[in-house]
């Protein structure tokens, strides 16, 4: 079975700032599953994911334009008025502000027109490639009731505690 929209998928996988942090990991989180095409995956990540089966693992680049396409971000129209006097008010200016939880909150001017400015909320991670590796670990396909899973891996050799009381030959 190979993952396609709609299918329930469960991976292993990393996601890092390219050369840099991890910014999310199995590792950290434990697998993931989502619902493949319902728009909780980063579509770029979703796409690379398309027609894998379970077992299969792959890793790669995704491009920061790709990542995070600027015209998919969401935007806001704010009254002229909350914005410095003085100040020129043009398409692709960038700000950045205090959010309503007190992080940094940066985004970019698209039009001013009268009182009105129409600015796009940036992601954090805005600009930045991103690496990935994934495994696949499982895939549900609700509408034909069809499962596929791997097995949990072994636990590693040296994990595992014998004695030579434990070694008999037979």
């Given at each position: 079975?190979?993952?396609?929209?709609?299918?329930?998928?469960?991976?292993?996988?990393?996601?890092?700032?390219?050369?840099g942090?991890?910014?999310?990991?199995?590792?950290?989180?434990?697998?993931?599953?989502?619902?493949?095409?319902?728009?909780?995956?980063?579509?770029?990540?979703?796409?690379?994911?398309?027609?894998?089966?379970?077992?299969?693992?792959?890793?790669?680049?995704?491009a920061?334009?790709?990542?995070f396409?600027?015209?998919?971000?969401?935007?806001?129209?704010?009254?002229?008025?909350?914005f410095?006097a003085g100040?020129?008010?043009?398409?692709?200016?960038?700000?950045?502000?205090?959010?309503?939880?007190?992080?940094?909150?940066?985004?970019?001017?698209?039009?001013?027109?009268?009182?009105?400015?129409?600015?796009?909320?940036?992601?954090?991670?805005?600009?930045?490639?991103?690496?990935?590796?994934?495994?696949?670990?499982?895939?549900?396909?609700?509408?034909?009731k069809?499962?596929?899973?791997?097995?949990?891996?072994?636990?590693p050799?040296?994990?595992?505690?014998?004695?030579?009381?434990?070694?008999?030959?037979?």
């Amino acid at each position: 079975m190979k993952i396609e929209k709609g299918n329930i998928v469960r991976i292993s996988f990393e996601l890092k700032v390219k050369g840099g942090e991890v910014i999310e990991s199995s590792e950290k989180n434990g697998s993931l599953e989502y619902t493949h095409g319902g728009g909780k995956m980063l579509p770029a990540l979703e796409k690379r994911l398309e027609g894998m089966a379970v077992g299969d693992e792959k890793k790669g680049l995704i491009a920061a334009n790709e990542a995070f396409p600027e015209d998919s971000l969401p935007t806001k129209d704010m009254p002229k008025k909350e914005f410095p006097a003085g100040l020129e008010l043009k398409p692709g200016s960038q700000f950045e502000a205090k959010g309503p939880d007190g992080k940094p909150l940066a985004f970019k001017i698209v039009k001013a027109k009268g009182d009105v400015v129409t600015v796009r909320f940036l992601h954090p991670l805005q600009g930045k490639d991103l690496e990935f590796r994934v495994q696949v670990l499982g895939i549900d396909d609700p509408k034909a009731k069809r499962r596929a899973s791997m097995a949990p891996p072994p636990p590693p050799v040296e994990a595992l505690e014998l004695s030579a009381d434990d070694l008999k030959q037979e």
